[in-house]
């Protein structure tokens, strides 16, 4: 079964750094696009960035310089490090995965097949 395991999430002022794991299990990890994405109350789902075999790219201009995604292949893992934290970065972080061919809607979270069950971020002022 294909899994994706969201951690690293908690409690954190203004200013801080973070670090999300997603650890991926079931599937072959360079076949697929890994993201990560975050819900903020009263929010939509948001895209933040991606990482697959062919790169990384970041989709959100409000983590750009701040948010870096990276992967660990050998432990099939891919990480959010979050510096620079903000009040407004409060969310439920989630990662999400899908076949790495398909090109087309990589920042729609409905164009995501597998999910991670979602870490909570609280950054305070």
């Known amino acids: 079964d294909v899994q994706l395991q969201a951690s690293g999430g908690g409690w954190v002022q203004a200013g801080g750094s973070l670090r999300l794991s997603c650890a991926a299990s079931?599937?072959?990890?360079?076949?697929?696009?890994i993201g990560w994405f975050r819900q903020a109350p009263g929010k939509e789902r948001e895209a933040l960035c991606f990482?697959?075999?062919?790169?990384?790219?970041y989709y959100a201009d409000s983590v750009k310089g701040r948010f870096t995604i990276s992967s660990d292949n050998a432990k099939n893992t891919v990480f959010l490090q979050m510096d620079k934290l903000k009040p407004e970065d409060t969310a439920v972080y989630y990662c999400a995965a899908r076949p790495v061919w398909i090109v087309s809607g990589v920042g729609r979270p409905d164009a995501y097949e597998y999910w991670g069950q979602g870490t909570l971020v609280t950054v305070s002022s």
């Open positions: 990482n697959s075999a062919v790169g990384t790219e």
């Open positions: 079931g599937f072959i990890f360079d076949e697929y696009t």
